[in-house]
């Protein structure tokens, strides 16, 4: 079982919808949880961390549920620019390193 | 501009032949990693680095040597690339280290090894 899992999917979405992207850790000694997003042929960045209380960036809302060992990303109002790989990364546990997920892939559709 | 900056951005290059990917960044990190990123498997540590001197191997060292002389540049060396080498390497920085989560990636260097 990997460490994280992601849907990879690709998500299709319309312009102005909100969509939501689950990610799963293995391990439950795990501290601290990202999100990141990839543009295409481009370089990872940080889009926000995850707090246990949740967070929230603009149309961004971060969510951590300890007991189920996932983590979700909620966007609303959809825009083209969002299109993009999300990925989810843990750190902490056994590694005490930071794991990436393999991405969820995101197509905002006009 | 802060940034982390790799070169080169794109090789072909054929098995056996020795190469070196830089790295260097400008914002004074002492943290500094290589990653490869593969269709289905995401990125993968393949060295990283605390501090000058001080080098730790990742997931996936093998077939790949760094150095870090330098608190700006990290290096990493393929004495003699193979095919399974081929991928997309990427560069990370970060003020203090893989706890906080912020990495700094340079734009990627695609490799191709014939």
């Known amino acids: 079982r990997k460490e994280v899992e992601q849907d990879p999917g690709p998500f299709n979405v319309p312009e102005g919808a909100t969509v939501a992207f689950n990610c799963t850790y293995s391990n439950s000694a795990s501290q601290s949880f990202f999100w990141y997003r990839q543009d295409c042929r481009k370089e990872p960045k940080l889009l926000m961390s995850v707090y246990s209380s949740g967070n929230e960036d603009g149309r961004f809302t971060a969510q951590l549920n300890r007991a189920s060992q996932y983590i979700s990303l909620l966007i609303r109002d959809s825009k083209l620019s969002d299109s993009a790989t999300y990925l989810c990364v843990v750190f902490g546990g056994a590694t005490n390193k930071l794991i990436f997920g393999t991405g969820t892939l995101l197509a905002v559709q006009p | 501009e802060a940034q982390v900056t790799q070169n080169p951005r794109y090789l072909i290059t054929v098995t056996g032949k020795k190469l070196t990917v830089t790295c260097s960044q400008n914002?004074?990190?002492?943290?500094m990693s290589w990653y490869r990123q593969d269709p289905g498997l995401g990125l993968r540590q393949i060295y990283y680095?605390?501090?000058?001197?001080?080098?730790d191997k990742g997931d996936v060292p093998e077939g790949y040597k760094v150095s870090r002389k330098e608190k700006r540049n990290f290096p990493l060396i393929l004495e003699s690339p193979s095919p399974n080498q081929t991928s997309l390497y990427f560069c990370?920085?970060?003020?203090?280290?893989?706890?906080?989560?912020?990495?700094?990636f340079g734009e990627g260097s695609r490799l191709t090894v014939l």
């Open positions: 914002m004074n990190h002492e943290y």
């Open positions: 990370a920085s970060s003020l203090t280290g893989m706890n906080t989560g912020e990495l700094f």
């Open positions: 680095s605390m501090n000058v001197e001080v080098t």
